[in-house]
């Protein structure tokens, strides 16, 4: 609960003088809506004493008057308080998003994204229904009722009692259905997020589907989700159909309580007519907190477990952070790196086991070895992607542990393996990261990718949206897209992590010539699985298994006669039958 209270509070206290507007509106109403039965009770009785028309317009108008007060302030009270719960759920929002961007990729193999979804929209949500509609409901009820419960106490505090007793029950039925119907809802919404995932699913594979032949099948697997779906929707309405009759049972328990027991004393003359009707007309008051009070203790009790949810996620540190004390590097950069003896553990065994190497300032190393042999762990050290267990690199003979790893990434134009393009225009998408780049920079930077040619033929250009709401892209115009989008940063270190694995032959040749002319006198790190990419490199490195096991230049690699001459025999000969 501390943990709770410590993470809401800083938002709380940024609208402390909002919020104790709203509270005073609060007050303000709640002791006008006190008081009006009060009013309707002594005029009934100085009525009945002797009826006069100016003693009922003197009523009439305190009536007026308290409910125009009651309503004005019951309008501020709303708009302040469940304003100031969207400013934090906007806050919070916001804070989470920077927290989420923040965070180092060992978080995110942690976590499902669905997961982190969900605590950003649902539990976001519920946190907000606790901090407006929850404590403004709250409070609102608890005034009132202690308001109205010492009035009536004052008056009459037998029949108090006996009103009273069902006041609980109510509050029990409303916390008990509303717990259910929640339950129900939220399994209904999961159900619902299945069955527009499988349409989704459906649609986007109906090649393989329509190739395979599982039209019937799917179709079959649908009508079964959709079926529990409505089964689903069917109890929630049957619960939610008893819940409101049997409210107004009790309700209306309570009410013939006063009227009965109410009306005997009123007989016996233990209390006046006037009374007697402030007495029903308190009990209607009382049957909302009655209500409210089981609502506000669900609202309470999802918030405080979404709030904790939430902050589970804030309480994340990344794991790769800027230190205290900042070395920065030369300047200009050369881009020498240093591997020393660097050890990679991930949860499911070692990738790289104490590689040392060295890198030379603006050469072209290239690295190539089987699948699964820690060639992308390797190179994912370098923009500090994530750190070695064991180990260290440095650049330009600095630790960069001890550097900012943003000001380092800016140095480094890095191509994963999988490029990831955003649903944005292609220009947006090469420019990422670097906004203040020109058209002609773009432009530029297409060209050595060799991605111009392609945009020629896009129907606009470089302003077409590429991704799920604009032009598929094949797999190498996307490769070529993320090497534009590295090279526009202009980097003292490129690499190139099989970025040109779905590029042909001559395509490839044409880049790699092109970026040996922007990249002269910088670091350059090719992956690739083919000989054509790398033979040319300065110098090539064999990782077998998270070692180095061969390094040197193409022609002494295939002197050696290992993984590399090998390599290089078999395309040799696959590129022999091609021609054929
Ligand atoms: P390569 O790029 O040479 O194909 P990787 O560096 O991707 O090799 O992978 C090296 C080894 O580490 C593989 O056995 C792979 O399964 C494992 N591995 C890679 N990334 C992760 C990860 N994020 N979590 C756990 N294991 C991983
Ligand atoms: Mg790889």
Redesign the pocket.
Same mark, same amino acid.
């Given at each position: 609960m501390r943990k709770i209270l410590r993470t809401i509070w800083p938002y709380l206290w940024r609208y402390r003088t909002g919020l104790l507007l709203g509270m005073g509106a609060l007050v303000v109403k709640d002791i006008g809506g006190a008081a009006l039965p009060f009013v309707i009770g002594k005029g009934v009785d100085a009525i009945t004493k002797g009826f006069n028309v100016r003693l009922v317009l003197w009523f009439a108008g305190a009536l007026v008057a308290l409910s125009a007060i009651k309503g004005l302030f019951q309008y501020w009270m709303r708009v302040i308080i469940i304003g100031i719960s969207r400013d934090i759920e906007y806050d919070l929002r916001n804070d989470l998003f920077l927290h989420l961007v923040s965070l180092s990729s060992d978080f995110y #193999?942690r976590m499902r994204t669905g997961d982190i979804m969900a605590r950003a929209t649902n539990d976001l949500n519920a946190v907000r229904m606790m901090l407006g509609p929850g404590i403004m409901y709250w409070a609102e009820t608890s005034i009132t009722f202690v308001f109205v419960f010492l009035v009536m106490l004052w008056t009459d505090w037998r029949l108090t009692l006996f009103a009273l007793l069902p006041a609980p029950m109510v509050s029990l039925a409303v916390m008990y259905f509303g717990r259910l119907i929640h339950d129900r809802f939220e399994r209904i919404q999961k159900m619902f997020s299945d069955v527009s995932s499988r349409v989704q699913e459906n649609i986007s594979g109906v090649r393989v589907i329509r190739a395979y032949v599982q039209e019937e099948a799917e179709l079959k697997q649908f009508e079964r989700l959709n079926r529990d779906y409505i089964a689903q929707n069917l109890k929630l309405a049957w619960i939610s159909g008893l819940f409101m009759p049997l409210l107004q049972a009790l309700v209306g328990i309570t009410l013939l309580i006063v009227l009965w027991i109410g009306g005997s004393r009123l007989m016996e003359g233990r209390i006046t007519l006037g009374q007697f009707v402030m007495f029903n007309t308190y009990m209607g008051i009382l049957v909302w907190p009655m209500i409210a009070f089981g609502w506000v203790v669900n609202l309470m009790q999802r918030g405080t477990a979404s709030l904790g949810r939430i902050s589970q996620i804030l309480e994340e540190r990344p794991s790769i952070a800027a230190p205290k004390n900042l070395r920065r590097l030369p300047s200009p950069v050369r881009g020498e790196i240093e591997f020393r003896d660097v050890t990679v553990d991930?949860?499911? #065994?070692r990738?790289l086991d104490g590689i040392s190497l060295k890198i030379p300032a603006g050469a072209t190393v290239a690295i190539v @070895?089987h699948? @699964?042999?820690?060639?992308?762990?390797l190179v994912q050290l370098i923009p500090r992607l994530m750190d070695p267990t064991r180990g260290s690199v440095l650049i330009d003979g600095v630790d960069l542990r001890e550097l900012d790893p943003a000001e380092l990434r800016r140095h480094i134009g890095f191509v994963p393996?999988d490029t990831f393009l955003f649903s944005a225009k292609l220009s947006e998408n090469v420019a990422f990261g670097v906004e203040s780049a020109s058209e002609e920079e773009i432009r530029r930077a297409a060209e050595l990718a060799g991605l111009a040619p392609d945009v020629e033929s896009f129907p606009d250009g470089y302003q077409t949206v590429v991704g799920e709401r604009g032009i598929t892209l094949s797999g190498g115009q996307k490769q070529r897209t993320a090497i534009a989008r590295a090279v526009v940063r202009n980097p003292r270190i490129l690499i190139l992590d099989d970025a040109l694995s779905s590029v042909d032959t001559l395509t490839e040749d044409r880049i790699l010539s092109a970026l040996a002319d922007v990249m002269r006198g910088r670091t350059t790190i090719l992956i690739s699985h083919r000989v054509s990419t790398v033979r040319n490199a300065d110098r090539i490195f064999v990782?077998e298994k998270g070692r180095i096991a061969e390094e040197g230049d193409h022609a002494e690699l295939l002197e050696l006669g290992g993984y590399y001459a090998d390599l290089y025999q078999k395309q040799l000969l696959e590129e022999e039958l091609e021609a054929i």
């Open positions: #193999g991930y949860d499911s #065994g990738a @070895g699948t @699964g042999s820690g060639k992308s762990t393996q990782v």
